[in-house]
Each structure stands twice: as C-alpha cells, then as structure tokens.
C-alpha cells in the first residue's frame, strides 16, 4: 500500500496593518520626483529641512487644545510600557505641533524657515505622506507670500497646473462674531459647521441683519476675480465691521500674487479650520483636485512663537498623478563572458556609476546598449550599434549619446 503524503498548505499571505500602504518601484519614481522638486523649491526661498519623531507624546497634541476631540478620536494611541509604569504615546497625526516642539527644543533661532517630508496617521485615512513647511515667526502678507510662493514653485516644475484660491481666517471669525449667538452649544455647532462648509454655513444666522446677509451673499456668489474684495469691503464696513481689516490683507496678498503672473480665485467657501487658521489662507487646485493648503496660523503651547504661517502638499495625491508620467531609468547590463571576466565588470560598472551613468552585471531591464567584458575587452552591442572593441572613454560617450 502506497503512503499518500499531503503537501502542506500554502501560508496565507500575512496582510498589510490596517491603513498602511506599500510603495513600490513605479509609485516611488513618482515620489522622490514630488519630493525632489519640493525640496529644490523650499531650498531655493532657504528653508532647511526638520524631521520628527514617528512617535510623539500624546499630551503634545492634547496641551492647550492643540487637537480637537474629534481629531483626537482619528489617532492612533497606545500606551508605551516599560513593566512598572508607562506614558500614552501616540503615531504623529500633525507635522505642524511636532515640528514647532522641536525647534523649541532644538533652540533653533526665529525666525525659522523649516521644511519636512513626513507621514501622518490619522484614522481610517491611514498613513499619508506630506511635503511641508513652517515658517515660524514669518511677518505678515511677505510671508504669506513667500510660503504661498513655495508651493506655487514646486508645482510649475512638476508641470501641474494650479489655482490658489485664497480666503481669510478673519472673516469667518467675524461672521460668526457677527451672529450673536449666546447659546454655547450653538455656537460651537455653528463653529463646527463653518469648519466644514466655509462661510455659506453662517448664512442662516443672518435673516435679521440685511447689510450682513447682502455680504455673506456677495461673498458666496462672487466671482472670484480680484474686484470681488473691493465690493466686499465696502458691504462689510456697514454690515461685517470687523470683516474690513481681515479683507485688506487678502487684498493685499492676492494682489501682490495676480501681478506676479499667478492664477488666483477669491473664495470664501473654504471649508479649511479658522479656529486654527489666523489670516490668509490658500488651497492649491488643479481643477475638481485639491494638492494642498496653507495659510497664517498661531502655534499652542507656552515659548511658541506668535506668529507662522505653514503649508502642506498632499504628495500621495500628487505622485499618484504622475505615476504615469515617471518612467523607470534605463540601466546598462554588464556582461561578463567569463568567470574571470567578472573582476573587469565590476570595474566598468564603478567606472560608469562615477560618470552617473546607471549599470548592473546581467539583465537590468530596458536599455538601447549592452556591454560584455571578455578576452577582447569591452565590446558595445545594440539596435543601432554593430558589435565593437571600446576603450572607456568610448563606451562612456557611446552610452551618452543613446540615453
């Protein structure tokens, strides 16, 4: 009788944690491409780049309200114990709080100009990768401009057209100041709402005030073209007194902008958190496509400067956008026709990596020439290219011209 042996089962595939994603060769062309022309646009304005601790204190973001609930409620947390005590530590749900907390820290000199690119964790989102900047203590309107620039920059070398739609944090403070309303839980309801669905959220509160409501309208349906703040000011000097100031300075930064040959778009309907935000306040839009936002802020904390202003790029979205558009590198094989020839390989491969020419021994993909090292020397083979001798240089050359 014949013993029948059961193969054992394939394990299953052990998945990835809840929320987490790989990046794999094609997707991370496209990345360090963000990344990389990032980095090119922030240096070029000198900004020097920070990076923070994956893990942070949780009291860091629960301190003076720095996170809301809500937020707070998206984060993961755990307690990091060492067998007789331990302290709620939490993954980084903001880049903002930790990197003002390091520069405090790290007693760097303000004003600063900071930039990072980092990941976030935040609920059923994830992990998501940002391109940021803060600079902390920055002056009004120039740096406003100046961050706004940043971004604007990083996006003209990625060839991804952009609209900066420009806001203000004051005016929406003001309309909801505006509304009068006594009731606590209304006016956190209300706060919430305005956070959610920018100024039209507010609308409601005006049926007895005309001069505001006429503003709220205006505001809502304007066109979003430059002249827009200039008819806001004068609504808002009758019916939004306290809208007046936060205009000028939008006017200001959107001037200063459109002149610098920008596409811009006066819009109050952005759902963006005035509680946090203090003055201008940008979202950078290619069409239905959100790839950023920014704007003046005020850190939390005690020894925090009073004054930033920040940005942040979605850069999952944008090298997803151009994962199409990033095409791997050509890599020149090696050939070794012998085992003895292998040591000569090697030496022609480091000999190419010094001319920044990518190689590898064997197969390494899609390439228009081939080298093999053997008795005769180097030989260069291709669709173009009969099989010859070459010195290195000519090899180098040759390799040049067929990129």
Same mark, same amino acid.
């Given at each position: 009788?014949? *013993?029948?042996?059961?193969?054992?089962?394939?394990?299953?595939?052990?998945?990835?944690?809840?929320?987490?994603?790989?990046?794999?060769?094609?997707?991370?062309?496209?990345?360090?491409?963000? *990344?990389? %022309?990032?980095?090119?646009?922030?240096?070029? !304005?000198?900004?020097?780049? &920070?990076?923070?601790?994956?893990?942070?204190?949780?009291?860091?973001?629960?301190?003076?309200?720095?996170?809301?609930?809500?937020?707070?409620?998206?984060?993961?947390?755990?307690?990091?114990?060492?067998?007789?005590?331990?302290?709620?530590?939490?993954?980084?749900?903001?880049?903002?709080?930790?990197?003002?907390?390091?520069?405090?820290?790290?007693?760097?000199?303000?004003?600063?100009?900071?930039?990072?690119?980092? +990941? @976030?964790?935040?609920?059923?989102?994830?992990?998501? !990768?940002?391109?940021?900047?803060?600079?902390?203590?920055?002056?009004?309107?120039?740096?406003?401009?100046?961050?706004?620039?940043?971004?604007?920059?990083?996006? $003209?070398?990625?060839?991804?057209?952009?609209?900066?739609?420009?806001? #203000?944090?004051? @005016?929406?403070?003001?309309? &909801?100041?505006?509304?009068?309303?006594?009731?606590?839980?209304?006016?956190?309801?209300?706060?919430?709402?305005?956070? /959610?669905?920018?100024?039209?959220?507010?609308?409601?509160?005006?049926?007895?005030?005309?001069?505001?409501?006429?503003?709220?309208?205006?505001?809502?349906?304007?066109? /979003?073209?430059?002249?827009?703040? $200039?008819?806001?000011?004068?609504?808002?000097?009758?019916?939004?007194?306290?809208?007046?100031?936060?205009?000028?300075?939008?006017?200001?930064?959107?001037?200063?902008?459109?002149?610098?040959?920008?596409?811009?778009?006066?819009?109050?309907?952005?759902?963006?958190?005035? *509680?946090?935000?203090?003055?201008?306040? !940008?979202?950078?839009?290619?069409?239905?496509? +959100?790839?950023?936002?920014?704007?003046?802020? *005020?850190?939390?904390?005690?020894?925090?400067?009073?004054?930033?202003?920040?940005?942040?790029? $979605?850069?999952?979205?944008?090298?997803? #956008?151009?994962?199409?558009?990033?095409?791997?590198? %050509?890599?020149?094989?090696?050939?070794?026709?012998?085992?003895?020839?292998?040591? %000569?390989?090697?030496?022609?491969?480091?000999?190419? #990596?010094?001319?920044?020419?990518?190689?590898?021994?064997?197969?390494? /993909?899609?390439?228009? &020439?081939?080298?093999?090292?053997?008795?005769?020397? &180097?030989?260069?083979?291709?669709?173009?290219?009969?099989?010859?001798?070459?010195?290195?240089?000519?090899?180098?050359?040759?390799?040049?011209? #067929?990129?």
């Amino acid at each position: 009788m014949t *013993e029948t042996i059961n193969a054992p089962a394939a394990a299953a595939p052990v998945p990835r944690a809840r929320g987490m994603r790989d990046l794999v060769p094609d997707q991370m062309r496209a990345f360090r491409r963000v *990344e990389d %022309a990032f980095r090119e646009a922030a240096q070029n !304005w000198g900004y020097e780049e &920070i990076r923070t601790p994956t893990v942070e204190s949780y009291s860091l973001f629960t301190a003076a309200g720095a996170l809301s609930p809500e937020m707070l409620a998206g984060a993961y947390t755990f307690l990091d114990w060492d067998g007789w005590s331990g302290e709620r530590v939490m993954l980084r749900y903001d880049s903002t709080i930790p990197v003002v907390r390091a520069a405090l820290d790290g007693g760097i000199e303000l004003p600063a100009r900071l930039l990072y690119v980092q +990941s @976030v964790f935040r609920g059923a989102e994830g992990e998501e !990768w940002q391109c940021g900047l803060e600079y902390l203590g920055a002056p009004a309107v120039v740096g406003d401009l100046e961050v706004a620039a940043v971004a604007a920059n990083t996006l $003209d070398s990625l060839a991804v057209p952009v609209e900066l739609h420009l806001s #203000h944090a004051g @005016v929406a403070r003001a309309a &909801i100041e505006a509304a009068g309303l006594t009731d606590l839980l209304a006016r956190r309801a209300l706060l919430d709402e305005v956070a /959610g669905n920018g100024l039209a959220a507010v609308r409601g509160a005006f049926a007895e005030q005309p001069q505001a409501l006429a503003f709220v309208d205006t505001a809502l349906a304007g066109s /979003g073209e430059l002249a827009l703040v $200039d008819n806001l000011i004068a609504l808002a000097r009758t019916g939004l007194p306290a809208a007046v100031a936060p205009l000028g300075e939008l006017r200001e930064v959107a001037a200063a902008l459109s002149e610098g040959g920008r596409t811009i778009a006066i819009d109050l309907t952005l759902p963006l958190d005035f *509680e946090y935000y203090s003055g201008v306040t !940008w979202e950078l839009r290619g069409g239905d496509l +959100s790839w950023g936002r920014g704007g003046r802020y *005020e850190p939390v904390g005690p020894g925090t400067p009073t004054t930033a202003c920040g940005l942040a790029l $979605d850069l999952d979205g944008l090298a997803a #956008h151009l994962r199409g558009t990033s095409p791997r590198r %050509a890599v020149v094989p090696i050939i070794a026709e012998r085992e003895s020839d292998l040591a %000569a390989a090697l030496d022609l491969a480091r000999s190419l #990596h010094r001319h920044g020419i990518p190689a590898a021994l064997g197969d390494a /993909g899609a390439s228009p &020439i081939t080298l093999s090292v053997g008795a005769n020397g &180097i030989t260069a083979s291709g669709p173009d290219i009969s099989r010859e001798r070459a010195t290195l240089d000519e090899v180098v050359q040759l390799v040049l011209q #067929h990129k």
